[in-house]
């Protein structure tokens, strides 16, 4: 009787120690490193089955070591408005940080409404806020008071001093740069202030020199607990790469593939490259085995811009892109690593967003969020214990699994807040969208009769490229749906869209709905009425000539269309160091350059961004020493208008001023 006690008593303790393995905690003093990718689509890496031309074998080896998460979610599809969930785990909703402007120099720290909106929108759009304000607690922070060095390194995109990583809780920032992406190019020589490229290497890719800098940061921090926020610039424009590695992929091009860019498909490679010296030191100093690593991107891939004479990428399946509502804009790529909790090379199916990161790391880490802290997102942890295989397992494993996920929420919701209308293929009007289970509801503002809500409604499941909406069939699951989201905008304190007292329904166009170029309804004005010839020679122009595109002049506004890189160009007529300002207003947004040619000299030129929306204002110091000769202002109108108001010229000599 006793002995049989005792055997009892002895599978009852290996039971238990078998069920304590399959739910352990990683020890408390893990490393974390956090990669983000920038505009990398669900289908640019080969996770998923979706790509035959892009190469990520390194994004590969890491799915091999963790959890590959199929349903993963930016909280936003743009990347600002993403990375301030990251850094918060708070919506974009809550934050107000809603479009990429963060880089522009005015401070806005609250969202508001807009004044107006033109007669042909339904709906009034709010303003976004430019800055993460330093009231947040972010994970840098955290972690930071709980003894982890704190480094970021690469894009940072959510504010200048004093709103720069150096102020949200890192102690190292390289390069310490505001912008949307690398400044100038990819590869050497860059315009960063105060970091340039190895001497030896004269075109050095700013990833192998990020991943370098990362490398020293992991080296130095080895003995400690560290944080790395690995933020690579890559993929997002500028489009440009090693000239080797587009030589070599070109050479790979199907035609008949919409995934077709030779330097897209560069750039990647240089990103996976950069995953892979981070895995490799990791492995070299020992610390695979008590780091967390998280791989994500901040939305979905781009489809708006031009390369090689196609778009970056397609995220097919998927519909849409980068700066759209449907999944091809907000559904990502999504690797967790974390050693002693995810089952190596396993996959789930849970619904999982960019606020999660933060709760998660604070749970796997045994560390408590400051008091009254809140957050949007929830731990993950449930779903990174589940252990669902990528290969069939036996039943007894499967059903542990399922058994061990019962905790994760089995009606959890997901939701993006875009409510903005950039002019990119597949775009919508200003919108908010849930995903729960099978089904994605789409809420466009005051798109309906009367004012009221439009809804589009998905079974992603069964469509997933979303061609059908089922709004009309299931009402009841609009309601239910549509509540919660509700709900969420309420609980966030979110400012959404207002009615447009201003909407003229004979100047709306449904058709025009997700079409990346507007269709001209005005009739061209004549020459005399102030419009420039499709040519340059109009005095509209006032000496400005436009190159790859047309120039349109009406009422004071410039509008830019072309195909590739088009530019207006101008005789400076001064000398430097100079400013250059003007006004712009692009539906979709996008990036540029100022570019100034001195006579005898090489081009030199500097980027910007336009953010998607209403008019905004761009000031650039220009670092010329002498004369700058020609000045260019490319303009991202490969596949929409930009409109510009004005331009200002200030320098040594007489300030120039075209007000068109």
Same mark, same amino acid.
């Given at each position: ?512 709905? #997700?079409?990346? =170029?507007?269709?001209? %309804?005005?009739?061209? /004005?004549?020459?005399? *009425? &102030?419009? $420039?010839?499709?040519?340059? @020679? ?37 000398? #430097?160091?100079? =400013?250059?300002?003007? %006004?712009?207003?692009? /539906?979709?947004?996008? *990036? &540029?350059? $100022?570019?100034?040619?001195? @006579? ?61």
């Amino acid at each position: 009787m006793a002995f049989t006690s005792l055997l009892a008593v002895i599978g009852l303790l290996a039971i238990t120690g078998t069920l304590r393995a399959a739910n352990a905690e990683p020890p408390r003093h893990q490393n974390v490193v956090f990669i983000l990718a920038d505009d990398l689509g669900w289908s640019d890496v080969t996770l998923h089955g979706t790509t035959k031309f892009y190469q990520t074998p390194n994004i590969e080896r890491l799915a091999k070591r963790g959890m590959m998460f199929t349903r993963a979610y930016s909280a936003s599809p743009l990347c600002s408005p993403t990375r301030s969930a990251i850094l918060t785990g708070l919506s974009p909703a809550r934050t107000g940080i809603t479009t990429p402007n963060c880089h522009l120099p005015q401070v806005v720290l609250q969202a508001t409404i807009d004044k107006k909106a033109a007669a042909s929108q339904h709906a009034i759009q709010p303003s976004s806020v430019s800055r993460l304000k330093t009231e947040y607690r972010t994970l840098a922070e955290s972690l930071h008071d709980a003894g982890y060095a704190t480094g970021h390194f690469g894009k940072w995109h959510l504010g200048a001093e004093p709103y720069s990583p150096l102020q949200h809780g890192f102690d190292v920032d390289v390069p310490h740069w505001p912008g949307p992406g690398p400044a100038g190019s990819y590869v050497a020589p860059w315009k960063f202030k105060d970091f340039d490229h190895d001497p030896d290497v004269p075109d050095q890719h700013i990833e192998d020199r990020m991943a370098k800098e990362a490398v020293a940061f992991i080296e130095r921090n080895k003995d400690q607990p560290f944080f790395l926020n690995y933020w690579m610039f890559s993929v997002h424009a500028p489009f440009d790469a090693k000239k080797s590695l587009i030589e070599k992929h070109r050479a790979r091009v199907d035609p008949d593939d919409p995934q077709r860019s030779p330097t897209y498909a560069a750039m990647i490679e240089s990103m996976d490259d950069a995953v892979g010296t981070l895995l490799d030191t990791l492995d070299r100093l020992g610390l695979a085995e008590r780091t967390i690593i998280v791989f994500t991107s901040d939305n979905g891939g781009n489809m708006y811009n031009e390369i090689d004479e196609t778009t970056p990428t397609s995220n097919a399946p998927l519909r849409g892109g980068k700066a759209t509502m449907f999944e091809g804009g907000t559904r990502v790529p999504c690797v967790v690593v974390m050693p002693g909790v995810t089952q190596a090379g396993s996959r789930s199916d849970a619904l999982i967003q960019s606020e999660d990161y933060y709760p998660t790391l604070l749970d796997s880490l045994a560390l408590q969020p400051a008091p009254d802290q809140r957050f949007d997102g929830l731990s993950i942890m449930p779903a990174l214990r589940s252990g669902i295989g990528i290969q069939p397992v036996e039943t007894g494993e499967e059903r542990a699994a399922e058994d061990r996920l019962e905790a994760y929420p089995t009606n959890r919701a997901v939701f993006q807040y875009f409510p903005h209308s950039p002019g990119v293929p597949d775009w919508l009007p200003p919108a908010v969208s849930i995903h729960r289970g099978d089904w994605k509801l789409i809420r466009i503002f005051h798109g309906g009769e009367k004012g009221t809500h439009r809804y589009l409604l998905f079974n992603l499941r069964d469509d997933l490229g979303e061609s059908t909406n089922l709004a009309a069939q299931r009402p009841e699951l609009v309601v239910e749906l549509d509540a919660r989201i509700e709900a969420f905008l309420a609980e966030t304190n979110a400012v959404v869209p207002t009615p447009n007292p201003d909407f003229d329904p004979t100047k709306y166009h449904p058709e025009d709905e #997700g079409q990346p =170029k507007p269709k001209a %309804r005005a009739k061209a /004005a004549s020459p005399a *009425a &102030g419009v $420039a010839k499709p040519d340059d @020679s109009d005095p509209a122009l006032q000496g400005w000539k436009i190159r790859n595109g047309t120039a349109i002049v009406k009422d004071g506004i410039v509008t830019v269309r072309g195909k590739a890189e088009p530019f207006l160009g101008v005789g400076a007529g001064l000398s #430097g160091p100079a =400013k250059v300002t003007f %006004r712009v207003r692009s /539906a979709a947004g996008g *990036a &540029g350059k $100022a570019e100034w040619i001195p @006579s005898g000299g090489q081009p030199q030129s500097l980027p910007f961004v336009i953010a998607a929306g209403d008019w905004q204002t761009i000031m650039l110091d220009i670092p010329a020493t002498g004369p700058l000769g020609i000045f260019r202002l490319y303009l991202p109108a490969q596949t929409q208008s930009v409109e510009v108001d004005h331009v200002e010229l200030t320098g040594t000599g007489k300030p120039r001023r075209w007000d068109f």
